[in-house]
Protein backbone atom coordinates (compact mmCIF):
# COMPACT_ATOMS: atom_id res chain seq x y z
CA UNK A 1 0.00 0.00 0.00
CA UNK A 2 1.46 3.20 -0.97
CA UNK A 3 1.65 6.65 1.29
CA UNK A 4 -1.49 7.96 -0.45
CA UNK A 5 -3.22 5.50 0.33
CA UNK A 6 -2.07 4.38 3.76
CA UNK A 7 -3.34 7.85 4.68
CA UNK A 8 -6.57 7.87 2.98
CA UNK A 9 -6.94 4.89 5.12
CA UNK A 10 -6.23 6.01 8.46
CA UNK A 11 -8.36 8.88 7.59
CA UNK A 12 -11.46 6.62 7.27
CA UNK A 13 -10.25 5.15 9.87
CA UNK A 14 -10.48 8.45 12.34
CA UNK A 15 -13.80 9.25 10.72
CA UNK A 16 -15.54 6.02 11.47
CA UNK A 17 -13.96 6.37 15.44
CA UNK A 18 -15.11 10.02 15.63
CA UNK A 19 -18.52 8.67 14.23
CA UNK A 20 -18.97 6.39 16.81
CA UNK A 21 -17.39 8.88 19.82
CA UNK A 22 -19.51 11.19 19.40
CA UNK A 23 -22.93 8.93 18.21
CA UNK A 24 -22.24 7.63 21.97
CA UNK A 25 -22.39 10.51 23.23
CA UNK A 26 -25.35 11.82 22.07
CA UNK A 27 -26.73 7.97 23.39
CA UNK A 28 -25.25 8.92 26.85
CA UNK A 29 -26.54 12.67 26.68
CA UNK A 30 -29.88 11.61 25.88
CA UNK A 31 -30.15 8.76 28.41
CA UNK A 32 -28.58 10.99 30.77
CA UNK A 33 -31.49 13.36 29.83
CA UNK A 34 -34.35 11.27 31.33
CA UNK A 35 -32.64 10.45 34.41
CA UNK A 36 -31.82 14.13 35.29
CA UNK A 37 -35.25 15.38 34.42
CA UNK A 38 -37.12 13.33 36.12
CA UNK A 39 -34.63 13.94 39.45
CA UNK A 40 -35.36 17.57 38.56
CA UNK A 41 -39.75 16.58 38.74
CA UNK A 42 -38.71 15.20 42.34
CA UNK A 43 -36.98 18.04 43.36
CA UNK A 44 -39.28 21.04 42.29
CA UNK A 45 -42.97 22.20 42.15
CA UNK A 46 -45.50 20.43 39.64
CA UNK A 47 -45.86 24.18 38.13
CA UNK A 48 -42.09 23.93 36.52
CA UNK A 49 -41.79 22.96 33.12
CA UNK A 50 -38.27 21.45 33.69
CA UNK A 51 -38.40 20.30 30.28
CA UNK A 52 -38.29 23.55 29.13
CA UNK A 53 -34.72 24.69 30.81
CA UNK A 54 -32.93 21.33 29.95
CA UNK A 55 -31.09 20.77 26.78
CA UNK A 56 -29.56 17.44 25.87
CA UNK A 57 -27.24 17.27 22.79
CA UNK A 58 -29.90 16.11 20.14
CA UNK A 59 -32.21 18.62 21.27
CA UNK A 60 -32.48 21.58 18.07
CA UNK A 61 -31.48 24.56 20.32
CA UNK A 62 -28.78 23.28 22.05
CA UNK A 63 -25.39 24.11 20.14
CA UNK A 64 -27.15 27.72 20.07
CA UNK A 65 -27.47 27.61 23.85
CA UNK A 66 -23.81 26.12 24.35
CA UNK A 67 -22.27 28.90 22.07
CA UNK A 68 -24.37 32.12 22.90
CA UNK A 69 -22.15 32.61 25.82
CA UNK A 70 -18.79 30.96 24.32
CA UNK A 71 -16.95 34.30 24.48
CA UNK A 72 -13.51 32.22 23.63
CA UNK A 73 -13.35 30.99 19.71
CA UNK A 74 -10.52 29.20 20.58
CA UNK A 75 -12.54 26.63 22.21
CA UNK A 76 -14.45 25.79 19.14
CA UNK A 77 -17.72 24.13 19.57
CA UNK A 78 -17.49 22.64 16.34
CA UNK A 79 -14.24 20.71 16.58
CA UNK A 80 -14.26 17.11 17.50
CA UNK A 81 -12.13 17.05 20.41
CA UNK A 82 -13.95 19.48 22.06
CA UNK A 83 -15.64 18.14 24.62
CA UNK A 84 -18.96 18.63 24.51
CA UNK A 85 -21.80 19.04 28.20
CA UNK A 86 -24.15 15.87 27.90
CA UNK A 87 -26.85 18.75 29.20
CA UNK A 88 -27.19 22.09 29.56
CA UNK A 89 -29.68 23.30 32.07
CA UNK A 90 -30.80 27.06 32.08
CA UNK A 91 -32.78 27.51 35.40
CA UNK A 92 -35.75 30.37 35.62
CA UNK A 93 -36.00 30.02 39.17
CA UNK A 94 -34.04 29.25 42.96
CA UNK A 95 -35.50 25.66 43.29
CA UNK A 96 -34.64 24.59 39.69
CA UNK A 97 -31.05 25.76 41.03
CA UNK A 98 -31.00 23.62 43.90
CA UNK A 99 -32.53 20.68 42.05
CA UNK A 100 -29.98 20.88 39.54
CA UNK A 101 -27.32 20.87 42.60
CA UNK A 102 -28.60 17.90 44.14
CA UNK A 103 -29.50 15.90 41.29
CA UNK A 104 -26.02 16.83 39.66
CA UNK A 105 -24.35 15.13 43.17
CA UNK A 106 -26.78 12.58 43.11
CA UNK A 107 -26.28 10.91 39.58
CA UNK A 108 -22.82 11.40 39.85
CA UNK A 109 -22.40 14.56 37.34
CA UNK A 110 -19.62 17.12 37.71
CA UNK A 111 -20.97 20.40 37.43
CA UNK A 112 -19.63 23.42 35.68
CA UNK A 113 -21.60 27.18 36.33
CA UNK A 114 -21.91 29.65 33.84
CA UNK A 115 -22.61 33.33 33.98
CA UNK A 116 -21.20 35.56 31.51
CA UNK A 117 -19.15 32.98 29.67
CA UNK A 118 -15.51 35.25 29.77
CA UNK A 119 -13.78 33.24 31.76
CA UNK A 120 -10.60 33.35 29.61
CA UNK A 121 -9.85 29.71 29.86
CA UNK A 122 -13.26 28.87 28.67
CA UNK A 123 -13.62 26.40 32.80
CA UNK A 124 -17.04 27.59 32.79
CA UNK A 125 -18.42 25.88 29.68
CA UNK A 126 -15.62 23.21 28.64
CA UNK A 127 -14.19 20.14 30.40
CA UNK A 128 -11.51 16.69 29.79
CA UNK A 129 -14.42 15.07 31.83
CA UNK A 130 -17.84 14.44 31.09
CA UNK A 131 -20.14 17.50 32.60
CA UNK A 132 -22.94 19.37 32.86
CA UNK A 133 -23.40 22.90 32.24
CA UNK A 134 -25.73 24.90 34.86
CA UNK A 135 -26.17 28.51 32.75
CA UNK A 136 -27.21 31.15 34.78
CA UNK A 137 -28.26 33.50 32.24
CA UNK A 138 -31.95 34.10 33.14
CA UNK A 139 -31.33 35.38 36.50
CA UNK A 140 -30.95 38.86 34.90
CA UNK A 141 -33.01 40.78 37.23
CA UNK A 142 -31.49 43.83 38.73
CA UNK A 143 -34.13 45.98 41.51
CA UNK A 144 -32.93 49.27 42.08
CA UNK A 145 -33.54 51.15 45.22
CA UNK A 146 -31.74 54.77 45.52
CA UNK A 147 -33.61 55.77 48.59
CA UNK A 148 -31.35 53.07 50.44
CA UNK A 149 -28.71 53.53 47.75
CA UNK A 150 -28.46 49.66 47.07
CA UNK A 151 -29.47 47.28 44.15
CA UNK A 152 -29.73 43.50 44.43
CA UNK A 153 -28.30 41.88 41.33
CA UNK A 154 -28.65 38.29 40.05
CA UNK A 155 -25.47 36.66 38.90
CA UNK A 156 -26.54 35.77 35.35
CA UNK A 157 -27.14 39.64 34.80
CA UNK A 158 -24.11 41.53 32.77
CA UNK A 159 -22.72 44.34 33.79
CA UNK A 160 -23.94 46.74 31.37
CA UNK A 161 -27.56 45.55 32.69
CA UNK A 162 -26.60 46.67 36.25
CA UNK A 163 -25.74 50.06 34.62
CA UNK A 164 -28.25 50.83 32.41
CA UNK A 165 -30.76 49.89 34.86
CA UNK A 166 -28.94 52.33 37.79
CA UNK A 167 -29.04 55.09 34.83
CA UNK A 168 -32.42 54.78 34.59
CA UNK A 169 -32.82 55.08 38.39
CA UNK A 170 -30.35 58.20 39.11
CA UNK A 171 -27.54 60.06 36.66
CA UNK A 172 -25.53 60.72 39.60
CA UNK A 173 -25.39 57.01 40.78
CA UNK A 174 -22.91 53.96 39.34
CA UNK A 175 -21.29 51.13 40.82
CA UNK A 176 -17.51 50.07 40.23
CA UNK A 177 -17.01 47.44 37.99
CA UNK A 178 -15.96 46.30 34.56
CA UNK A 179 -15.51 48.29 31.03
CA UNK A 180 -16.43 45.63 29.57
CA UNK A 181 -20.51 45.68 29.41
CA UNK A 182 -21.17 41.67 28.41
CA UNK A 183 -19.27 40.31 31.50
CA UNK A 184 -21.35 38.44 33.62
CA UNK A 185 -21.66 39.48 37.12
CA UNK A 186 -21.31 36.05 38.74
CA UNK A 187 -17.79 35.25 37.59
CA UNK A 188 -16.93 38.99 37.90
CA UNK A 189 -17.58 40.06 41.22
CA UNK A 190 -16.97 36.53 42.94
CA UNK A 191 -13.28 36.93 41.82
CA UNK A 192 -13.09 40.48 42.79
CA UNK A 193 -14.42 42.90 39.61
CA UNK A 194 -12.25 45.86 39.17
CA UNK A 195 -12.43 48.77 36.59
CA UNK A 196 -12.01 52.84 36.06
CA UNK A 197 -13.77 53.80 39.53
CA UNK A 198 -11.38 51.42 41.34
CA UNK A 199 -8.87 54.08 42.86
CA UNK A 200 -11.55 55.96 44.04
CA UNK A 201 -14.30 53.18 45.26
CA UNK A 202 -12.22 49.93 45.14
CA UNK A 203 -13.18 46.74 43.97
CA UNK A 204 -16.53 45.43 43.10
CA UNK A 205 -16.36 43.05 45.92
CA UNK A 206 -15.59 46.13 48.30
CA UNK A 207 -19.15 47.22 47.94
CA UNK A 208 -20.84 44.18 48.36
CA UNK A 209 -23.05 43.73 51.42
CA UNK A 210 -25.08 40.67 50.96
CA UNK A 211 -25.58 37.69 49.12
CA UNK A 212 -27.40 34.03 48.25
CA UNK A 213 -25.58 31.09 47.30
CA UNK A 214 -27.03 27.89 46.44
CA UNK A 215 -24.76 25.35 48.97
CA UNK A 216 -23.69 21.74 48.36
CA UNK A 217 -26.80 20.25 50.10
CA UNK A 218 -29.10 22.77 48.12
CA UNK A 219 -29.77 25.18 50.76
CA UNK A 220 -30.54 28.94 50.06
CA UNK A 221 -28.37 30.84 52.29
CA UNK A 222 -27.66 35.05 52.75
CA UNK A 223 -24.97 36.53 54.29
CA UNK A 224 -26.13 35.90 57.71
CA UNK A 225 -27.16 32.52 57.28
CA UNK A 226 -23.88 31.44 55.40
CA UNK A 227 -21.47 33.16 58.21
CA UNK A 228 -18.62 35.08 57.57
CA UNK A 229 -16.25 33.37 56.45
CA UNK A 230 -18.20 31.66 53.37
CA UNK A 231 -19.51 35.57 52.62
CA UNK A 232 -15.69 36.22 53.19
CA UNK A 233 -14.26 33.52 50.73
CA UNK A 234 -17.33 34.49 47.80
CA UNK A 235 -15.56 37.86 47.38
CA UNK A 236 -12.74 37.24 45.95
CA UNK A 237 -12.49 33.61 46.24
CA UNK A 238 -14.30 32.45 42.95
CA UNK A 239 -18.43 31.79 44.05
CA UNK A 240 -17.95 28.66 41.84
CA UNK A 241 -15.65 26.73 44.58
CA UNK A 242 -18.08 26.69 47.15
CA UNK A 243 -21.53 26.91 45.57
CA UNK A 244 -23.92 28.51 43.38
CA UNK A 245 -24.50 32.46 43.80
CA UNK A 246 -27.77 33.30 43.23
CA UNK A 247 -27.44 37.25 43.59
CA UNK A 248 -25.41 40.04 45.01
CA UNK A 249 -26.97 43.03 47.24
CA UNK A 250 -24.43 45.77 46.25
CA UNK A 251 -23.88 49.34 47.68
CA UNK A 252 -24.10 52.31 44.62
CA UNK A 253 -21.83 54.87 44.57
CA UNK A 254 -21.83 58.52 44.25
CA UNK A 255 -20.73 60.07 40.60
CA UNK A 256 -20.69 63.31 39.76
CA UNK A 257 -23.43 64.43 37.20
CA UNK A 258 -20.39 65.07 34.37
CA UNK A 259 -17.33 63.31 34.23
CA UNK A 260 -14.32 63.52 31.73
CA UNK A 261 -12.76 61.16 29.78
CA UNK A 262 -9.71 61.37 27.59
CA UNK A 263 -7.84 58.48 25.17
CA UNK A 264 -4.07 59.89 24.09
CA UNK A 265 -2.09 57.96 21.46
CA UNK A 266 1.86 57.85 20.71
CA UNK A 267 4.13 55.94 19.24
CA UNK A 268 7.69 55.01 19.63
CA UNK A 269 9.11 57.23 16.73
CA UNK A 270 7.85 60.50 19.21
CA UNK A 271 9.79 59.20 22.33
CA UNK A 272 7.36 58.41 24.50
CA UNK A 273 9.31 56.05 26.83
CA UNK A 274 9.55 59.12 29.05
CA UNK A 275 6.05 59.70 28.66
CA UNK A 276 5.76 56.04 30.13
CA UNK A 277 7.88 56.33 33.07
CA UNK A 278 6.34 59.53 33.99
CA UNK A 279 2.82 57.86 34.29
CA UNK A 280 4.34 55.26 36.43
CA UNK A 281 5.32 57.80 39.12
CA UNK A 282 2.09 59.29 38.38
CA UNK A 283 -0.57 56.95 38.19
CA UNK A 284 -0.95 55.44 41.46
CA UNK A 285 -0.50 58.46 43.27
CA UNK A 286 -2.59 61.36 42.03
CA UNK A 287 -6.03 62.27 43.29
CA UNK A 288 -7.85 59.04 43.45
CA UNK A 289 -10.86 60.41 41.25
CA UNK A 290 -8.58 60.02 38.74
CA UNK A 291 -7.98 56.38 36.84
CA UNK A 292 -5.37 56.69 33.63
CA UNK A 293 -5.28 53.02 32.02
CA UNK A 294 -2.04 52.87 29.73
CA UNK A 295 -1.54 50.52 26.73
CA UNK A 296 1.15 49.39 24.59
CA UNK A 297 0.58 47.41 21.34
CA UNK A 298 2.86 46.63 18.32
CA UNK A 299 1.47 48.24 14.98
CA UNK A 300 2.99 48.74 11.31
CA UNK A 301 5.03 52.10 11.42
CA UNK A 302 3.79 55.28 9.73
CA UNK A 303 6.78 56.53 9.38
CA UNK A 304 9.27 53.40 8.18
CA UNK A 305 7.68 50.77 6.17
CA UNK A 306 7.75 47.28 6.90
CA UNK A 307 8.93 48.06 10.64
CA UNK A 308 6.90 47.68 13.67
CA UNK A 309 6.60 49.83 16.79
CA UNK A 310 4.50 50.57 19.59
CA UNK A 311 1.34 52.89 19.78
CA UNK A 312 1.53 53.60 23.36
CA UNK A 313 -2.33 54.33 24.78
CA UNK A 314 -3.30 56.53 27.68
CA UNK A 315 -7.15 56.39 28.69
CA UNK A 316 -8.54 58.20 31.83
CA UNK A 317 -11.77 58.86 33.52
CA UNK A 318 -11.67 61.41 35.87
CA UNK A 319 -14.82 62.22 38.52
CA UNK A 320 -14.97 65.76 37.91
CA UNK A 321 -14.47 68.43 35.57
CA UNK A 322 -12.13 68.74 32.29
CA UNK A 323 -10.36 72.24 33.53
CA UNK A 324 -9.62 70.39 37.10
CA UNK A 325 -8.34 67.62 34.91
CA UNK A 326 -6.24 69.56 33.12
CA UNK A 327 -5.14 71.67 35.75
CA UNK A 328 -3.70 68.50 37.77
CA UNK A 329 -2.26 66.87 35.20
CA UNK A 330 -0.76 69.93 34.04
CA UNK A 331 1.36 69.84 37.33
CA UNK A 332 1.74 66.22 37.83
CA UNK A 333 2.04 64.65 34.54
CA UNK A 334 3.31 67.61 32.17
CA UNK A 335 4.89 65.06 29.49
CA UNK A 336 1.10 64.25 28.34
CA UNK A 337 0.52 67.53 27.37
CA UNK A 338 -3.05 67.03 28.06
CA UNK A 339 -5.56 70.11 27.13
CA UNK A 340 -8.79 70.76 27.55
CA UNK A 341 -9.84 69.99 23.35
CA UNK A 342 -8.06 66.16 24.49
CA UNK A 343 -11.20 65.85 26.93
CA UNK A 344 -15.16 64.93 26.76
CA UNK A 345 -17.21 66.03 29.42
CA UNK A 346 -20.11 63.37 29.93
CA UNK A 347 -22.72 61.95 31.59
CA UNK A 348 -21.11 58.49 33.94
CA UNK A 349 -23.40 56.01 31.96
CA UNK A 350 -21.79 57.89 28.41
CA UNK A 351 -18.40 57.41 29.72
CA UNK A 352 -19.38 53.26 29.95
CA UNK A 353 -20.32 53.59 27.23
CA UNK A 354 -17.51 55.11 25.66
CA UNK A 355 -15.02 53.08 27.68
CA UNK A 356 -16.64 50.32 25.94
CA UNK A 357 -15.60 51.45 22.49
CA UNK A 358 -19.12 51.36 21.32
CA UNK A 359 -18.14 53.57 18.44
CA UNK A 360 -20.50 52.07 16.16
CA UNK A 361 -23.82 54.48 16.49
CA UNK A 362 -25.32 52.43 19.08
CA UNK A 363 -27.87 54.24 21.72
CA UNK A 364 -27.15 53.71 25.24
CA UNK A 365 -29.58 50.85 24.70
CA UNK A 366 -26.86 48.59 23.60
CA UNK A 367 -25.41 48.26 27.06
CA UNK A 368 -28.48 45.92 27.40
CA UNK A 369 -27.32 43.68 24.86
CA UNK A 370 -25.40 40.70 25.90
CA UNK A 371 -24.45 39.78 22.10
CA UNK A 372 -23.26 42.95 21.25
CA UNK A 373 -19.63 41.60 21.65
CA UNK A 374 -17.44 39.97 19.16
CA UNK A 375 -15.99 36.27 19.73
CA UNK A 376 -12.55 35.57 18.73
CA UNK A 377 -9.67 33.59 19.81
CA UNK A 378 -7.39 34.29 22.80
CA UNK A 379 -5.03 33.97 25.47
CA UNK A 380 -4.60 36.78 28.80
CA UNK A 381 -1.88 36.21 31.13
CA UNK A 382 -1.49 38.89 34.65
CA UNK A 383 1.10 40.22 36.21
CA UNK A 384 1.65 42.80 39.40
CA UNK A 385 4.45 45.46 39.53
CA UNK A 386 4.99 46.55 43.38
CA UNK A 387 8.78 48.80 42.19
CA UNK A 388 8.64 50.96 39.19
CA UNK A 389 10.54 49.63 36.35
CA UNK A 390 13.54 51.59 34.75
CA UNK A 391 13.76 53.83 31.61
CA UNK A 392 15.84 50.81 30.20
CA UNK A 393 13.04 48.33 31.42
CA UNK A 394 11.15 50.04 29.46
CA UNK A 395 12.92 50.25 26.36
CA UNK A 396 13.80 46.65 26.56
CA UNK A 397 9.77 45.67 27.30
CA UNK A 398 8.92 47.70 23.63
CA UNK A 399 11.76 45.92 22.12
CA UNK A 400 11.20 42.63 22.70
CA UNK A 401 7.29 43.08 22.11
CA UNK A 402 8.23 44.15 18.36
CA UNK A 403 10.21 40.79 18.15
CA UNK A 404 7.00 39.16 19.10
CA UNK A 405 4.93 41.32 16.90
CA UNK A 406 1.03 40.59 18.89
CA UNK A 407 1.26 40.83 22.44
CA UNK A 408 -0.72 43.63 23.89
CA UNK A 409 0.48 44.78 27.27
CA UNK A 410 -2.54 47.12 29.37
CA UNK A 411 -1.07 48.57 32.92
CA UNK A 412 -4.01 49.17 35.26
CA UNK A 413 -2.98 51.51 38.53
CA UNK A 414 -3.47 50.72 42.02
CA UNK A 415 -3.70 53.53 44.74
CA UNK A 416 -6.15 55.32 46.44
CA UNK A 417 -9.01 52.83 47.91
CA UNK A 418 -6.94 50.31 47.01
CA UNK A 419 -4.86 51.11 49.57
CA UNK A 420 -6.79 51.67 52.14
CA UNK A 421 -8.10 48.01 52.28
CA UNK A 422 -6.30 45.43 54.00
CA UNK A 423 -5.38 41.94 51.65
CA UNK A 424 -7.35 39.99 54.15
CA UNK A 425 -10.33 42.04 54.14
CA UNK A 426 -11.77 40.00 51.43
CA UNK A 427 -10.50 36.65 49.94
CA UNK A 428 -8.33 38.98 46.91
CA UNK A 429 -5.47 40.13 48.00
CA UNK A 430 -3.57 42.07 45.87
CA UNK A 431 -3.82 45.81 47.58
CA UNK A 432 -1.27 48.35 49.23
CA UNK A 433 2.11 47.39 47.95
CA UNK A 434 0.87 47.30 43.98
CA UNK A 435 2.07 49.77 41.62
CA UNK A 436 -0.28 48.10 39.09
CA UNK A 437 -1.37 45.00 37.15
CA UNK A 438 -0.62 43.83 34.22
CA UNK A 439 -2.52 42.29 31.82
CA UNK A 440 -1.09 40.42 29.12
CA UNK A 441 -3.42 39.75 25.58
CA UNK A 442 -2.98 38.13 22.42
CA UNK A 443 -6.04 37.50 20.19
CA UNK A 444 -6.64 36.12 16.55
CA UNK A 445 -8.80 35.24 14.00
CA UNK A 446 -8.56 31.83 11.82
CA UNK A 447 -8.33 28.45 12.86
CA UNK A 448 -5.26 27.80 10.61
CA UNK A 449 -3.12 24.93 11.56
CA UNK A 450 0.13 25.78 13.94
CA UNK A 451 -1.94 29.60 14.21
CA UNK A 452 -2.78 28.84 18.22
CA UNK A 453 0.95 27.26 18.62
CA UNK A 454 2.21 30.46 17.16
CA UNK A 455 0.56 32.92 19.32
CA UNK A 456 0.20 31.38 22.25
CA UNK A 457 4.03 31.15 22.39
CA UNK A 458 4.46 34.82 21.59
CA UNK A 459 2.20 35.55 25.07
CA UNK A 460 4.15 32.90 26.75
CA UNK A 461 7.80 34.26 26.25
CA UNK A 462 6.52 37.62 26.73
CA UNK A 463 5.41 36.87 29.97
CA UNK A 464 8.75 35.09 30.70
CA UNK A 465 10.84 38.20 29.72
CA UNK A 466 8.72 40.27 32.32
CA UNK A 467 9.87 38.11 34.75
CA UNK A 468 12.48 40.43 36.26
CA UNK A 469 9.92 43.43 36.78
CA UNK A 470 7.37 41.35 38.39
CA UNK A 471 6.36 40.13 41.58
CA UNK A 472 7.97 37.82 42.99
CA UNK A 473 7.94 34.68 45.94
CA UNK A 474 5.00 34.01 44.63
CA UNK A 475 4.57 35.98 41.25
CA UNK A 476 1.18 37.04 41.79
CA UNK A 477 -1.49 36.85 39.41
CA UNK A 478 -5.63 38.00 39.30
CA UNK A 479 -8.17 35.38 39.32
CA UNK A 480 -10.60 36.78 36.83
CA UNK A 481 -7.65 37.17 34.39
CA UNK A 482 -7.67 33.09 34.09
CA UNK A 483 -4.43 31.35 33.40
CA UNK A 484 -3.85 27.65 33.47
CA UNK A 485 -0.81 27.88 32.59
CA UNK A 486 0.15 28.96 35.91
CA UNK A 487 -1.10 25.33 37.66
CA UNK A 488 -3.92 22.81 37.01
CA UNK A 489 -6.03 20.86 39.72
CA UNK A 490 -6.62 17.67 38.33
CA UNK A 491 -9.14 16.40 41.35
CA UNK A 492 -6.57 13.96 41.97
CA UNK A 493 -4.99 12.25 45.07
CA UNK A 494 -2.85 15.39 45.29
CA UNK A 495 -5.27 18.04 44.43
CA UNK A 496 -4.07 20.12 47.82
CA UNK A 497 -0.81 20.38 46.47
CA UNK A 498 -1.68 21.24 42.68
CA UNK A 499 -3.83 23.70 44.72
CA UNK A 500 -1.00 25.52 46.26
CA UNK A 501 0.63 25.95 42.99
CA UNK A 502 -1.71 28.56 41.41
CA UNK A 503 -4.06 28.79 45.18
CA UNK A 504 -0.60 31.03 46.19
CA UNK A 505 -0.29 33.72 43.09
CA UNK A 506 -4.18 34.50 42.95
CA UNK A 507 -4.45 34.24 46.73
CA UNK A 508 -1.26 34.77 48.69
CA UNK A 509 -1.63 34.38 52.18
CA UNK A 510 -5.69 34.34 51.83
CA UNK A 511 -4.89 30.59 50.39
CA UNK A 512 -5.09 28.76 53.41
CA UNK A 513 -8.48 30.34 54.62
CA UNK A 514 -10.02 29.50 51.53
CA UNK A 515 -9.11 26.49 51.75
CA UNK A 516 -10.42 26.14 55.12
CA UNK A 517 -13.84 27.41 54.28
CA UNK A 518 -13.65 24.84 51.30
CA UNK A 519 -13.35 22.16 53.41
CA UNK A 520 -15.77 23.12 56.01
CA UNK A 521 -18.56 24.01 53.31
CA UNK A 522 -18.16 21.33 50.38
CA UNK A 523 -15.93 18.59 52.03
CA UNK A 524 -16.71 16.04 49.15
CA UNK A 525 -15.45 18.77 46.93
CA UNK A 526 -18.31 18.49 44.24
CA UNK A 527 -17.96 22.45 43.48
CA UNK A 528 -14.60 21.75 41.68
CA UNK A 529 -12.89 23.38 38.50
CA UNK A 530 -9.30 23.02 36.87
CA UNK A 531 -8.47 25.86 39.25
CA UNK A 532 -11.50 25.51 42.34
CA UNK A 533 -9.71 25.86 45.97
CA UNK A 534 -8.86 22.18 47.43
CA UNK A 535 -10.00 20.69 50.26
CA UNK A 536 -7.78 19.93 52.93
CA UNK A 537 -5.62 16.75 52.52
CA UNK A 538 -7.23 13.77 53.98
CA UNK A 539 -5.10 12.75 57.00
CA UNK A 540 -6.43 9.25 57.16
Partial sequence: MDKSNVLQFLSVIILLFLH?????????????????????KNHTTSQDQVSNIVYAQTNASYTSIFQAFARNARFNFNTPSTAKPLLIITPLHENQVQATVLCS??????????????DFEGISYISDLPFIILDMYNFQNITVDIQNEIAVVQTGASLGQVYYRIWEKSKVHGFPAGVCPTVGVGGHLSGGGYGNMMRKYGLSIDNVIDAKIVDVNGRILDKKTMGEDLFWASRGGGGASFGVILSYTVKLVPVPEKVTVFS???????????????????????????????????????????????????????????????????????????KKENCSEMSWIESVFNWANYNDGSSLNALLDRSHYKVHSSKRKSDYVKSPIAKDGWKWIMNKMIELGKVELDFNPYGGKMNEITSDATAFPHRAGNLYKIQYTVSWEGTEAGLEKNFISQIRMMYSYMTPFVSKNPRSAYLNYRDLDIGINSHGNDEYNEGVVYGNKYFGENFERLVKVKTEVDPDNFFWNEQSIPTLPNKA
Fill in 20 to 40: VSNSHAASSSDSIYVTFLQCL
Fill in 105 to 118: KTIGLHLKIRSGGH
Fill in 264 to 338: FDKSLEKNVVDIIVQWQQVAPRTDNRLFMRLLLQPVNSKFVKGQKTIRTSVQGLFLGGGDELVTLLGKEFPLLGL
